[in-house]
């Protein structure tokens, strides 16, 4: 899959974290006032922008130029207390106990889990904080939802639903391994409003599909999907959306 592929849309349809998640985050001391976070797999500084209206003071970090290119030039105009730099984060380009809190907004899942988790510890001060934060829509909880996924699946037959609960435990147990001396689960259900045209711009900016597909394919599979919203809604609806969160401690 080509994440770079998916940018524009990435940038014009994703939308920021909901506020109930940053304000549970708090309650384990996370995205508070004046402290600095290192934000790892930030893309183009979703996540990061959300800690940053917070108070954070924010590094973030992704392996792909286009996404930093695009986070930096948003904060010309934003101005947020934010340093974003391109880098591998199964290496990060830091020192031992480094910082006290580090992020991962839906990216782990990119990511070696064992290896990142082991630079994470690393550059993690005692008794710091990683907050691995999976935020995605819910197939089963809307009819909307269903058609999109049988949608999606029809198109790209490699692709897999990733909701399945195994992978967080596959992921708490490489936490433990790590070193990691208390690992703490929660969840959000929220649900999201959009358009047609935000919904399907949504879809495309997904490596499932905009990351995937060829043009020629993409343009047959927005054409499905826009007929069928077109044709169920009334314009604008809600997507049921939930936020799993892993708090690893140090």
């Given at each position: 899959?080509?994440?770079?592929?998916?940018?524009?849309?990435?940038?014009?349809?994703?939308?920021?974290?909901p506020?109930?998640?940053?304000?549970r985050?708090?309650?384990y001391?996370?995205?508070?006032?004046?402290?600095?976070?290192?934000?790892i797999?930030?893309?183009?500084?979703?996540?990061?922008r959300d800690l940053a209206?917070?108070g954070?003071?924010?590094?973030?970090?992704?392996l792909?130029?286009?996404?930093i290119?695009?986070?930096?030039?948003?904060n010309?105009?934003?101005q947020?207390?934010?340093?974003?730099?391109?880098?591998?984060?199964?290496?990060?380009?830091?020192?031992?106990?480094?910082?006290k809190v580090v992020?991962?907004?839906?990216?782990?899942h990119?990511?070696?889990?064992s290896?990142?988790?082991d630079?994470?510890?690393?550059v993690?001060?005692?008794?710091?904080?990683?907050?691995?934060i999976?935020?995605?829509?819910?197939p089963?909880?809307?009819?909307?939802?269903?058609h999109?996924?049988?949608?999606?699946?029809e198109?790209?037959?490699?692709?897999?639903?990733?909701?399945?609960p195994?992978?967080?435990?596959?992921?708490?147990?490489?936490?433990?391994?790590s070193?990691f001396?208390d690992?703490?689960?929660?969840?959000?259900?929220v649900?999201e409003?959009?358009?047609?045209?935000s919904?399907?711009?949504?879809?495309?900016?997904?490596?499932?599909?905009?990351?995937?597909?060829?043009?020629?394919?993409?343009?047959?599979?927005?054409?499905?999907?826009?007929g069928?919203?077109?044709?169920?809604?009334?314009?604008?609806?809600?997507?049921?959306?939930?936020?799993?969160?892993?708090i690893?401690?140090?």
């Open positions: 899959m080509n994440l770079d592929g998916t940018a524009d849309e990435y940038l014009k349809y994703r939308h920021g974290y506020a109930e998640l940053l304000e985050l708090k309650q001391s996370i995205g508070v006032e004046g402290q600095h976070v290192l934000d797999g930030t893309a183009n500084g979703l996540f990061a209206k917070q954070c003071r924010v590094t973030g970090i992704d792909s130029p286009e996404f290119d695009q986070a930096r030039q948003m010309k105009t934003e947020l207390p934010i340093d974003y730099l391109i880098g591998n984060v199964e290496h990060l380009p830091f020192d031992y106990k480094t910082y992020t991962a907004a839906y990216c782990w990119w990511f070696d889990s290896r990142v988790a630079e994470v510890h690393r993690l001060e005692k008794n710091g904080r990683l907050a691995i999976d935020y995605d829509w819910i089963y909880m809307s009819s909307i939802a269903s999109t996924q049988n949608l999606i699946n198109f790209n037959h490699a692709n897999q639903n990733n909701t399945e195994e992978k967080y435990t596959a992921w708490e147990n490489d936490l433990l391994k070193g001396s690992v703490e689960t929660f969840s959000i259900d649900m409003p959009y358009s047609v045209e919904w399907r711009g949504r879809i495309q900016a997904s490596p499932e599909i905009g990351g995937a597909l060829s043009m020629d394919e993409i343009d047959l599979f927005n054409v499905k999907l826009e069928y919203l077109k044709k169920e809604t009334g314009g604008t609806f809600v997507i049921p959306y939930r936020a799993f969160g892993i690893a401690t140090k």
